[in-house]
């Protein structure tokens, strides 16, 4: 039973890691990203890879993960430079599904959709983290750095550009901020951070494939920044909670058939989703009343 | 011959989604509405005629009958229900759009839950294809679509450009105030063209549940067919949106030619990627609708 509660602490701070940072583009610079799976995917592949052909530990691992998330992130970056709202959402979305085929037909990097077997257990300066109350803490110590970096980052002058570019892109630009470099600068911080959860991710569970890097990976990570509260530095973590509990909670009920989980979770993940939009908008952790988002589309 | 072969399927495929992607366009170009719950009315309706014609035998026109009826309620359930409520309070892009997203992912599901998680086929003499030259298949369903395809574009342009309620919903789109200042209700105009939007998925539907089937993630994928036509064609134009459908469907299976079927999908985001860099308004948007 201990080892169920443990492993999902883990789980739940890997997706706290996800939330975190896609937060820190959807709620702080407004840019509504539905590829953030993939840079989970491309932190967890490059850790594999890292770790099985050059026995990398997880620091070197996690760079490594960090810096080609980083530099892919320029292809979504790039179409968030040139265009808003809904259009930065169809590039994302079409990243998503463009990411995906590569992970499952790149057979020779990825392993196709049998993925990678045998990820070697995890390292940290030279000693053996495996154990999972050990790794455990290595994922607490992660998420707790980030969500430092990210609270030092939203309060610097940079989070301020971000939030200003957030609530009035034409007003920040002419204002004399760099509207494209701040973009992109913040795509690539989410990106390199969700790398980070990709890379405890494979060492964790040793085995990694396509299912766990898909559209609906990226559209649960949503659903705990918006259930959870987008633009606040606790919500997303209290929304990666509650969505991982959920499942653990629906095992419980005697009644549901076991097949049927999956669906009713997915359900009532959309039917939050839909409640809160009509009557929270702001998420469970958010400031009670709505936003000021106003004029982020046309 | 191959290359004829894939230019033919590609003009069905592209005739279905130039039929899905133009009901989006138009509730998209007229409401201002982003919605992706649109996929939702595409399965809904192509899952109500599966099980009407080939679970319970209703004859096609009944069962067509119901599907148009059943696209058409969840467009209207739509905007009374979800988007009206939101855009009393705050209408940002981001709140509407994480709503029909919810719901998109509870329809798609509850029909996985209800109707199994398959592929299903509605099965009719209409798909069976014929060599009608060497080498070269056709089946009648891929002319059937390609005629339903222009007549249902033929009617639309007419009910655009001749109609009064067409009119306002034109109108709409450049002015929801004039509209209330000519005696029209706007909430009403936008319920026109969700219900029209909506139902105009309807053979699309049917056409692919005759010929690919249907799973209950189909409403995803036509989402981002949809979302893809209406962008390469230009946002707010219902051609601009047929002509998009048309290209990806014809991109898809030209793929084909040099790819594993497996990459279709991915052509279809390679097309729409370049479009958002490159040339953001599409065909027929005009320069300024990215910004």
């Given at each position: 039973m201990s080892t169920y509660i443990i492993s999902l602490a883990i789980l739940i701070g890997i997706n706290a890691i996800l939330a975190v940072t896609l937060n820190f583009i959807l709620g702080y610079a407004g840019i509504f990203s539905l590829a953030h799976a993939i840079f989970f995917g491309i932190g967890a592949y490059t850790a594999a890879i890292a770790a099985m052909k050059f026995g990398a530990d997880f620091t070197v691992a996690t760079a490594a993960g960090m810096v080609i998330s980083g530099v892919i992130s320029l292809a979504l970056a790039l179409p968030a430079l040139r265009v808003r709202g809904e259009y930065f959402v169809a590039a994302s979305l079409g990243l998503q599904m463009l990411a995906v085929t590569v992970f499952s037909e790149w057979k020779s990097v990825t392993g196709g959709i049998g993925g990678l077997i045998g990820i070697p257990p995890v390292r940290f300066l030279g000693f053996d983290v495996s154990d999972p109350v050990l790794f455990l803490g290595l994922t607490i110590a992660c998420l707790a750095l980030i969500m430092i970096v990210i609270r030092a980052l939203v309060r610097s002058s940079f989070g301020r550009s971000l939030k200003a570019i957030r609530d009035d892109e034409t007003a920040a630009s002419a204002l004399g901020k760099n509207v494209a470099l701040l973009k992109t600068l913040a795509v690539m911080v989410s990106s390199s951070f969700a790398a980070v959860a990709g890379s405890l991710f494979a060492f964790y569970l040793s085995f990694i494939n396509v299912e766990s890097f898909v559209l609906e990976v990226s559209v649960q990570i949503i659903a705990m920044v918006i259930i959870g509260g987008t633009g606040t530095l606790l919500g997303p973590v209290i929304g990666a909670v509650i969505v991982l509990l959920l499942p653990a909670l629906l095992t419980y009920l005697p009644y549901l058939p076991p097949t049927e989980i999956g669906s009713i979770q997915q359900m009532i993940y959309g039917l939050a989703m839909v409640l809160l939009m009509i009557f929270?908008?702001?998420?469970?952790?958010?400031?009670?009343q709505s936003q000021d988002r106003k004029g982020d589309a046309p | 011959m191959v290359l004829l072969q894939l230019f033919l399927n590609g003009l069905q495929l592209g005739a279905i989604y130039a039929l899905t992607a133009v009901g989006f366009s138009l509730i998209f170009g007229s409401?201002?509405?982003?919605?992706?719950?649109h996929g939702s009315a595409f399965a809904i309706s192509g899952y109500i005629y599966w099980w009407l014609a080939?679970?319970?035998?209703?004859?096609w026109p009944i069962a067509t009958l119901a599907a148009v009826i059943a696209a058409a309620a969840f467009g209207l359930l739509m905007e009374r229900f979800i988007y009206r409520p939101i855009q009393r309070h705050e209408a940002s892009f981001f709140t509407v759009f994480i709503a029909a997203f919810g719901v998109q992912l509870f329809i798609q599901n509850l029909i996985g839950t209800v109707a199994g998680r398959g592929m299903e086929t509605v099965n009719t003499p209409l798909s069976r294809s014929v060599e009608i030259m060497d080498g070269l298949f056709v089946a009648p369903i891929s002319a059937i679509s390609i005629v339903v395809a222009i007549v249902v574009f033929t009617a639309l342009s007419y009910f655009l450009g001749r109609t009064h309620i067409g009119i306002a919903m034109r109108a709409l789109s450049e002015n929801p105030d004039l509209v209330r200042v000519f005696g029209l209700d706007p909430g009403r105009v936008a319920q026109y063209a969700f219900v029209i939007g909506s139902a105009v998925v309807v053979p699309g539907a049917i056409f692919t549940a005759m010929t690919a089937g249907l799973n209950p993630a189909i409403g995803t994928h036509v989402m981002l067919v949809s979302l893809a036509a209406t962008i390469v064609g230009g946002i707010g134009s219902v051609r601009g949106a047929a002509c998009g459908g048309m290209l990806l469907g014809l991109a898809e299976n030209l793929a084909y030619w040099k790819l594993d079927p497996q990459w279709s999908e991915a052509v279809t985001f390679v097309v729409l990627f370049a479009f958002i860099v490159f040339r953001p308004s599409g065909f027929f948007g005009s320069p300024t609708a990215a910004r």
């Open positions: 929270r908008p702001s998420g469970l952790w958010g400031y009670g | 409401t201002k509405i982003f919605h992706v719950a080939s679970k319970l035998g209703v004859p």
